[in-house]
């Protein structure tokens, strides 16, 4: 099965510009975006054990769940533990990227004001997807 990323934000704005940014390093890397928590735990539910994406980029501010919850269901179920984690909000509240790295969360990032620092998110995202892709 070939690597895949999930990427949760509910601006589409931002996680088409994520993606599309991620593209560029990595051509042809499968990405499935979605708009909430529930959304995205429901496409993770559906998915066998051994088809599990190797990265998953959400953000904190979501409908329905936020990102800390959605992370908590994940992090309930070992079959989930495979996925490297990463949150990326507009939030700098440091009370949100604890309850984030409690769990499950690889890294906390808040979301750049500028190309540039997002290039360096992305840079990061790509050598987390290489390590768990064997790339």
């Given amino acids: 099965m070939k690597p895949y990323v999930v990427v949760v934000d509910d601006d589409p704005d931002d996680a088409e510009m994520l993606a599309e940014m991620f593209r ?68 700098g509240n440091p009370a949100h990227a604890d309850e984030c790295m409690k769990n499950g969360a690889k890294k906390y990032l808040v979301k750049p004001t500028d190309v540039v620092q997002l290039e360096a998110i992305v840079g990061y995202l790509s050598v987390l997807f290489l390590e768990k892709a064997g790339g």
């Fill in 24 to 91: 560029q390093r990595h051509l042809e890397v499968p990405i499935h975006s979605f708009f909430d928590s529930q959304e995205a735990f429901g496409f993770l539910e559906s998915r066998d054990a051994k088809d599990m994406p190797v990265l998953l980029v959400t953000d904190y501010q979501l409908p329905t769940l936020n990102g800390a919850q959605f992370l908590e269901l994940l992090h309930r179920d070992a079959r989930y533990d495979v996925i490297s984690k990463v949150v990326l909000s507009t939030s």
